[in-house]
């Protein structure tokens, strides 16, 4: 009887077991991406509010067109001068492209080199709190007096706004392994570059995804910030000059399509991050959501 009893409660686990397998299996690139549409549906319906009110009110008059214009006349200027802005703003997302970039290798390889060296960390860790404290717009003038007035001032502010996101979120993602699971991989033979690899590196993206999110808006506000200092192309340059001349439709037009910029960026990281870790649960069919 009691064997009998052994039998059925070994069998009822492995189908249990079976069951959660399959439960959990992963999940195509298709249903990511259904579900990432299902879930932007939201903040898109809010972004439509946004632009109806905008609308109502310049509608109404209950504001000056010379202090907010309205979205017809935004949109009326960045079609009439549609070949202006996509220049400019193919300027900023080259420069803002290219900083992300640089930071994420510069941010990363910090990170690993801080988690694998106290003496490094406890070295460069208050450095890189205190040159983020800095006010990017205040130093950016001196890389123009270094640097030039060049592509070269703007990748770099781009890179010190972006660097400190990734490389603190990377720091975070790479220390919270659970040390058990780091003895079971030296007690199975596995080597430094092994268990980075195999363990540490794939248990800090979630963490380092979510620095990337933030660090991809900074990297657009730095390549701005730099073409206010000084520049001759490039939506802050677009954005200051419309300051200057009180052209209000034109200012509107470049910080919309900033925010433009900013969003797809992000989105884009979205996106990769989606395909990257279909295995973390909050990409798991079964993972607990709520839905209205």
Do not use: C
């Amino acid at each position: 009887m009691a064997a009998q009893s052994s039998t059925d409660l070994l069998e009822r686990t492995k189908s249990a077991q079976g069951g959660a397998v399959k439960a959990r299996r992963p999940v195509s690139a298709g249903a990511n991406v259904a579900r990432f549409v299902q879930g932007t549906w939201r903040p898109f319906a809010v972004l439509v509010a946004i632009f109806v009110a905008w609308w109502a009110v310049t509608a109404a008059n209950l504001i000056e067109p010379y202090l907010v214009p309205s979205p017809g006349r935004t949109l009326d200027v960045i079609l009439s001068q549609s070949g202006y802005f996509a220049h400019n703003t193919w300027i900023t997302a080259y420069e803002t492209v290219l900083g992300f970039a640089i930071a994420i290798v510069v941010g990363v390889v910090s990170a690993v080199v801080m988690v694998y060296s106290p003496t490094v960390e406890k070295s460069l860790y208050p450095l890189l709190l205190f040159a983020q404290v800095i006010p990017k717009i205040a130093i950016a003038p001196l890389f123009v007096v270094w640097l030039g007035f060049g592509l070269t001032p703007k990748i770099v502010v781009a890179v010190l706004m972006a660097f400190f996101p990734i490389v603190i979120s990377t720091v975070t993602g790479l220390k919270s392994i659970d040390p058990e699971m780091l003895q079971l991989s030296a007690t199975m033979g596995a080597g430094p570059g092994q268990t980075f690899w195999k363990i540490r590196f794939p248990a800090s993206l979630p963490h380092l995804f979510a620095g990337l999110k933030v660090a991809a808006t900074m990297a657009v506000t730095g390549a701005v910030v730099g073409e206010f200092v000084g520049a001759n192309e490039g939506l802050g340059y677009v954005i200051l000059q419309a300051n200057g001349n009180l052209d209000t439709p034109m200012l509107f037009a470049g910080l919309l399509i900033m925010s433009l910029l900013g969003v797809v960026l992000f989105v884009l990281v979205e996106l990769l991050e989606y395909f990257v870790l279909p295995w973390h649960a909050s990409r798991r069919t079964d993972a607990a959501t709520t839905s209205l």
